[in-house]
Nanobody, 120 residues
Framework: QVQLVESGGGLVQAGGSLRLSCAAS????????MGWFRQAPGKEREFVAA????????NYADSVQGRFTISRDNAKNTVFLQMNEMKPEDTARYYC?????????????WGQGTQVTVSS
């Protein structure tokens, strides 16, 4: 089993940047594909980005393509989401997820999330 803890959320002005981190427990982190999702109030959870076990393959939602970058450090059991040129519509709770298979296969483990708020 994998436990995930997100950090790095906060309040940022439109056009600014934030970097989210997700620390995973256990010694099998490199066996899992990782992803970031988000959920805004009153909306369904949506996919943001995914990275393969090795970090060589990534996928992004159209809404964040070119602005967000997902990466991972398997030596530190951590996955990151660098968010640039942020927009008010990026406001949401962001969740880290781990899965045995790469996106779009379902993810198996989820963190508690970290809140991101973008002011206009």
């Amino acid at each position: 089993q994998v436990q995930l803890v997100e950090s790095g959320g906060g309040l940022v002005q439109a056009g600014g940047s934030l970097r989210l981190s997700c620390a995973a427990s256990g010694r099998t982190f490199s066996r899992y594909a990782m992803g970031w999702f988000r959920q805004a109030p009153g909306k369904e959870r949506e996919f943001v980005a995914a990275v393969s076990r090795s970090g060589t393959t990534t996928n992004y939602a159209d809404s964040v393509q070119g602005r967000f970058t997902i990466s991972r450090d398997n030596a530190k059991n951590t996955v990151f989401l660098q968010m640039n040129e942020m927009k008010p519509e990026d406001t949401a709770r962001y969740y880290c997820a781990a899965g045995r298979y790469y996106y779009p296969s379902p993810f198996d483990y989820w963190g508690q999330g970290t809140q991101v708020t973008v002011s206009s």
